[in-house]
């Protein structure tokens, strides 16, 4: 899949028009940044659940978990 889009994206790129060009981009630009979002909400979820596991260990063993 993430060799498909971009293929996608290059042929539709270079079969359109010059308005149509700016739609295509405006998605491209619209799809990446819902991607890159995502990608740094779960790097944050992946941070607090490691973070919680940590506070939990500490709880049940103490300052010798330090």
């Excluded at 939990?56 to 063993?61: A, L, Y």
């Amino acid at each position: 899949m993430r060799i498909v889009l971009p293929l996608i994206a290059v042929v539709l790129l270079a079969a359109a028009d010059a308005e149509l060009k700016w739609w295509i981009l405006a998605a491209i630009a619209a799809y990446s940044l819902y991607r890159g979002g995502r990608r740094v909400m779960r790097w944050h979820r992946a941070q607090a659940v490691a973070r919680l596991d940590r506070q939990v260990e500490i709880h049940r063993r103490g300052v010798a978990a330090l």
